[in-house]
């Protein structure tokens, strides 16, 4: 009995997870990708055909027959999309390297601190997700406006004569996707840093290494898959981001997380945001396959 409860125990672990990626990933995408192969009709649900299961078998093979790929062809021929899929990734870019270049410092400082106060400095890092994620990018439209605590503070101080327009511009957007994805990209960095053994740099600087070089040649290398995995989770839900470009940023602003909203809420055209999202999924899948597959061969040459 006890063997039986143990294979059924190590069988329940390994079908958990896989049951949550079939539950929560594969049926909503093939629902959504259903929908992008559909017709806009004025409707309740606005899209056609929908399938009857009373129809039996032949009624849903009859109703698949009237799928097309007609708004993955529109997508193509309207610009607007192809632009803001090329900003969302433009933006999401930038901003991943800016939010690298804040959160290597603080992590590799994390990672150096006494072991004492490591427990504390990581609290402070997760500190705002106890804050709502709306409330936060609404306290930036304070921070940020005209008449706002940043402009105030830098005509106080003479550094201005007048205020500057940083709120409804790119700026504003990067400044809240590096705020709100900064954690993302802290924790990964400081969990490689802390694991890497010291003495390796401490052989470097024995051995003739300037810090400067020991750092990019032996703490570097060693920390990469943190950077890499740091930056996969920030770039990947801020291409797709919809909060931010739409609070911080202008009307001029042009992601394709608005795009995609406008379709399905203000135009009502699900088949096509369908479309438009389907296509965003296959285009943050291509970042993860290759860090897969490079972790993969990095595995295989360590063996």
């Known amino acids: 009995m006890a063997r039986v409860a143990s294979a059924v125990f190590s069988r329940l672990v390994i079908i958990i997870p896989y049951a949550w990626l079939l539950f929560f990933f594969l049926i909503p995408f093939f629902i959504v990708f259903r929908i992008s192969l559909s017709q806009t009709a004025v409707a309740m649900p606005p899209y056609t055909p929908v399938f009857d299961l009373l129809g039996g078998l032949s009624g849903i093979m009859e109703k698949a027959r009237e799928f097309s790929l007609d708004n993955y062809v529109w997508l193509t021929e309207d610009v607007l999309y192809f632009n803001a899929y090329v900003s969302s990734v433009i933006i999401a870019g930038i901003s991943t390297v800016l939010t690298l270049m804040i959160a290597y410092p603080v992590a590799y400082g994390m990672a150096k601190a006494p072991k004492s106060i490591r427990p504390t400095l990581l609290m402070l890092v997760i500190l705002p997700f106890w804050t709502s994620f709306l409330i936060r990018v609404y306290a930036w439209i304070a921070i940020l406006k005209p008449e706002g605590l940043l402009n105030q503070f830098l005509m106080s101080i003479n550094v201005i004569d007048q205020p500057l327009i940083i709120l409804n511009t790119n700026w504003a957007i990067y400044i809240g996707i590096v705020y709100s994805y900064l ?3 802290v924790l990964p960095i400081y969990s490689s840093l802390e694991k890497m053994d010291h003495t390796l740099t401490e052989a ?4 003739g290494c300037t810090p400067f070089s020991a750092f990019w040649r032996v703490t570097f290398p060693l920390s990469l898959a943190g950077v890499v995995a740091g930056c996969l989770l920030v770039f990947i839900p801020a291409v797709g981001e919809f909060v931010i ?10 992601m394709i997380g608005k795009t995609l909203w406008n379709e399905f809420n203000a135009n009502r055209d699900w088949p096509v945001s369908s479309a438009v999202a389907t296509i965003l999924l296959l285009i943050l899948v291509i970042p993860i396959v290759f860090f897969q597959n490079a972790q993969a061969k990095a595995d295989g040459e360590g063996k």
């Open 204 to 207: 470097a600087l024995d051995l």
């Open 183 to 185: 954690p993302f990209m």
């Open 245 to 254: 470009p739409d609070l911080l940023g202008g009307s001029e602003t042009l």
